[in-house]
């Protein structure tokens, strides 16, 4: 049972849709289902006599008396508006059981608290099976404003109890970071578009698609731009700083043939223009990503960084964990960019899926999140995919969604840790689809017999409480030909797997070998790591990094401009 709690200043304009057709002429038998007078609430739905200005006047009975005690001036915001729906799949509720929702929720919220004669005026209107609309307007019998502090927060966990009683499916509780769901216009604008995404939903993504690849504002309002979308800054009087943002999507008017814009917080909390500049630098003289001499270094650093933040999941420090979370979804749509093959459908998907995991009620320390911040920006930039290491690193995409799932969970933040878990399966689907051919190509590539029994004699030796498990691994064999191609890059076996095998999850792996495959994948190539330092030396190399990357990162696809419509 979902409430949507929404305050405006117009009683009429909303009585008429509440009672009226609908949009698309969905409503079917609008009535009043519960009110603060049944008898004194005149009822346009089945009264014919009963007309929308009546109606609107006895609702704004004390709304008018404060009126005139303030010389004229209308208290701002008066009329409260809660829709409350039911989940797909759940029963008929009967309009007596409608009733007893509204009277809660009037109770939970302040507006009418049971007893109270002196509350505000409110009606119930059904005109659908599976939900209510609930009007009220704001101003008490005595004059005073209710008191409706986190009206949203207290509506939502009388549902949750309602929804028990009822034997209604129980929904995730939230925490108010969720961003706002589009209104049934925007969906039904979308509809008559031939779109399957509102105009703010679409905007929403290349958003953060955008903030996940630059390094400074700037560069996210002239990417934006690029992409076809309207880009319009508020500046403050007198600093002349940017304060806040619109974004209005290509092709997007209203009536009037002008741009539907949607501000930055609109599109979700974290796209405020102060939420990014917590992550993003606002000056130009910020970090900047590297250009490695070694194609593979973002990947490696990004697969670090990961393993780096799956630790701060697991530790006590709350701030520092939040601060992982954006930046792991930052990471997830650069690498959904940087992706090819059929598996990047899911990554995006995964991307998508993690942004309501993003945010939570605890205050993020962002400096803690700066490593897996950069590596994941590094990826934006990157000009090739090297194979395994693609794949490697989309395991550690997989294990580290997993835990946010967990983090979340464990601390009852329900809408984030069915969000991240989304994500994790979506992840998994993909590094599925990648890393089968992967494996099955190394496991043909496999050494000679001698040398797979020499490397089963350096696994006993170095994970000798793990080597029995692995050895059973179906991916034992891929994992011969990785430790022969570490062996030939610099690498001692035994150090390497004793190294590899001390870190989190193999106890617990189902494909051990798996896992070590893919840590081993990750590590440097020693000797030509050692190649570039003897040539640096020398002289005979140029630098191994350029201070600036190109103007747009390579992550912002030529797909990404597609319009809206």
Excluded at 240 to 261: F, K, M, Q, R
Aim: charged share 25%; hydrophobic share 40%.
């Amino acid at each position: 049972m979902v409430p949507d709690v929404s305050t405006g200043s117009d009683s009429r304009g909303l009585i008429a849709y509440l009672f009226g057709p609908g949009r698309r002429d969905e409503h079917t038998n609008p009535h009043i289902v519960a009110a603060w007078d049944m008898a004194g609430a005149p009822d346009p739905g089945r009264d014919s006599a009963a007309t929308y200005s009546q109606l609107a006047r006895r609702l704004d009975h004390h709304v008018d008396l404060r009126t005139r005690e303030l010389g004229g001036k209308k208290p701002p915001q008066h009329v409260w508006h809660c829709p409350v729906r039911t989940a797909p799949g759940d029963r008929y509720l009967t309009d007596a059981e409608w009733a007893e929702v509204a009277r809660r929720v009037v109770h939970a919220t302040g507006i009418a608290p049971d007893g109270d004669e002196r509350a505000c005026r409110w009606i119930a209107v059904r005109h659908a099976d599976d939900h209510i609309h609930i009007m009220a307007t704001t101003v008490r019998a005595d004059g005073r404003r209710p008191r409706t502090h986190q009206d949203g927060r207290r509506a939502q966990a009388e549902c949750r109890r309602i929804e028990t009683e009822f034997g209604l499916r129980r929904l995730k509780s939230g925490d108010l970071t969720a961003p706002r769901t589009p209104p049934g216009a925007e969906r039904a604008k979308a509809e008559r578009q031939g779109q399957t995404v509102t105009a703010r939903q679409w905007l929403r993504e290349r958003a953060y698609a955008v903030a996940a690849a630059v390094h400074t504002e700037a560069d996210y309002f002239t990417v934006l731009q690029s992409l076809g979308i309207k880009v319009k800054t508020r500046l403050g009087p007198e600093s002349g700083d940017v304060i806040g943002y619109s974004l209005a999507a290509p092709g997007d008017t209203n009536a009037a043939g002008e741009p539907v814009w949607y501000g930055g917080s609109k599109l979700a909390p974290d796209l405020s223009i102060n939420r990014l500049r917590e992550r993003l630098p606002h000056q130009e003289g910020a970090d900047r990503p590297r250009f490695p001499a070694d194609p593979a270094e973002p990947w490696q650093n990004a697969i670090a960084a990961m393993q780096a933040a799956h630790t701060v999941l697991d530790s006590d420090d709350d701030a520092a964990a939040q601060a992982q979370l954006p930046a792991f979804g930052d990471a997830l749509y650069n690498i959904a960019s940087a992706t090819r093959g059929p598996h990047r459908a899911e990554l995006r998907a995964a991307a998508s899926a993690f942004n309501r995991a993003r945010r939570s009620a605890t205050r993020a320390d962002h400096q803690a999140a700066h490593a897996l911040r950069q590596a994941a920006k590094e990826l934006a930039y990157a000009s090739t995919e090297p194979g395994g290491l693609a794949i490697a690193l989309l395991f550690a995409t997989v294990h580290l969604a997993r835990a946010a799932a967990n983090w979340h969970e464990q601390r009852g933040h329900e809408q984030q840790a069915a969000a991240a878990d989304g994500a994790f399966r979506h992840l998994q689907a993909g590094y599925q689809q990648a890393a089968a051919p992967v494996l099955a190509d190394l496991a043909r590539r496999a050494p000679r017999a001698e040398t797979a029994r020499r490397f089963e004699r350096e696994l006993r030796a170095a994970l000798p409480d793990h080597a029995d498990r692995i050895l059973a691994d179906p991916s034992w064999t891929a994992l011969t030909t990785t430790l022969a191609q570490a062996e030939t890059a610099g690498h001692n076996p035994r150090r390497l797997l004793a190294e590899v095998g001390t870190r989190r999850d193999l106890d617990s792996a189902e494909r051990p070998a798996e896992v070590l495959n893919w840590r081993i994948t990750a590590q440097p190539n020693r000797r030509a790591q050692a190649a570039r330092r003897r040539s640096t030396v020398s002289g005979t190399s140029s630098m191994s990094a350029t201070p600036h990357p190109p103007a747009a990162p390579v992550a912002i696809r030529p797909e990404e401009r597609s319009r809206h419509r």
